[in-house]
């Protein structure tokens, strides 16, 4: 059965830092990677999705990778700011694209 | 429309009674997807439709919640004799199946509360 786990499960940041989000999971087996924005109350805003085939995709100041031989992606945020503070998911698409979601990363973004 | 939609945002209802969820895909969407999600988790995977027909119901976690999707579109899930344990975000999503494996497209959810 996947597995996704987060690492950290929070974090907090002053304004301006560039930060890394970690996601694992148990079988290599996906067809995708996605990665999720969520605020407080509110549904899934989806950031970035990779390809199983894909190495790593860009949007705007965010960057995630993808390693899936070691089963690890990472998003990476450039010059964070006050409005990036959400809660980060990261999600793996097995079979008919279900995803197995970790628990998230709790980002603040201090001013 | 413009998103995936969900009716009502925000459901209260006591133990044992009935419910409806009700979801409203992305126009041209084929693939839809329920997921439910307790606080401080991510969402769980409950059932995935590929037009009228469940493709992967493997995520239900007992035979009191069905979910249906008569025309290919609208999807309502069905939850009967409520527990407390039930009380969750229910999110809906979905995808386009054209092209390749697509991103999947959140609704804002229906909070849940069984009394």
């Known amino acids: 059965k996947q597995e996704v786990t987060q690492i950290p499960a929070a974090l907090s940041v002053p304004e301006g830092e560039n930060l890394v989000l970690n996601c694992s999971f148990t079988d290599s087996a996906i067809y995708n990677l996605q990665w999720f924005r969520q605020d407080p109350g509110k549904g899934l805003t989806s950031l970035l999705l990779?390809?199983?085939?894909?190495r790593e995709q860009t949007s705007g100041r965010l960057n995630a990778s993808l390693d899936k031989s070691s089963g690890r992606s990472t998003l990476y945020i450039a010059a964070s700011q006050p409005g990036d503070s959400a809660t980060y998911l990261c999600a793996v698409g097995e079979y008919g694209n279900k995803l197995v979601f970790g628990a998230g990363t709790i980002l603040r973004v201090k001013s | 429309g413009a998103g995936v939609s969900q009716t009502p945002s925000n459901k209260v209802t006591e133990k044992g009674k009935y419910v409806e969820l009700r979801c409203d895909p992305i126009?041209?969407?084929?693939?839809l997807y329920w997921y439910r999600q307790s606080l401080g988790q991510g969402p769980e995977f409950l059932i995935y439709f590929q037009g009228t027909g469940a493709a992967d119901d493997s995520g239900l976690p007992n035979d009191r919640f069905f979910a249906v999707r008569p025309e290919g579109s609208v999807s309502t899930l069905k939850i009967q004799r409520t527990e407390r344990g039930d009380s969750a975000v229910y999110l809906c999503?979905?995808?386009?199946?054209?092209?390749?494996?697509?991103?999947?497209?959140f609704g804002p959810g229906t909070r849940l509360t069984v009394l």
């Open positions: 990779i390809q199983s085939s894909q």
């Open positions: 999503a979905s995808r386009q199946t054209s092209g390749g494996w697509n991103e999947q497209f």
């Open positions: 126009s041209g969407h084929t693939a």
